[in-house]
């Protein structure tokens, strides 16, 4: 066998322990590893979902915006409406003074 070789019982020992070592050392990296991997699968799942709510947010904003501007027209054709609305009862209101008018004319004359 190749340890054997080696030389005295003492050296096969410290070659034991070395490689327990290095097994063991193998070990806590291996784990570090898995542990890291673990983390960053949730890290990525922390960062997607924060990527999602971020993408909701954008369309909420945008939304809004849109529902200001949307707001903001309907206002001013409220406005034009209602000034449309007085223009139009003005108009009104002249035209049957005029009919009286005509009226008390046409009354004088026959």
């Given at each position: 066998m190749f340890l054997t070789n080696i030389g005295d019982g003492m050296e096969v020992e410290e070659l034991h322990h070395v490689l327990q070592e290095r097994d063991s050392s193998i070990a806590e990296f291996k784990a570090k590893l898995d542990k890291a991997e673990t983390d960053?699968?949730?890290?990525q799942k922390?960062?997607?979902?924060?990527?999602?709510?971020?993408?909701?947010?954008q369309r909420k904003i945008k939304l809004n915006a849109?529902?200001?501007?949307?707001?903001?027209?309907?206002?001013?054709?409220q406005n034009k409406e209602k000034n449309i609305?007085?223009?139009?009862?003005?108009?009104i209101k002249r035209m049957r003074d005029k009919e009286i008018v005509i009226s008390r004319l046409d009354a004088e004359i026959r």
């Open positions: 960053q699968k949730q890290l922390i960062y997607n979902s924060k990527q999602q709510e971020l993408e909701k947010l849109e529902n200001e501007q949307l707001q903001a027209q309907v206002k001013e054709f609305s007085s223009s139009l009862d003005e108009t």
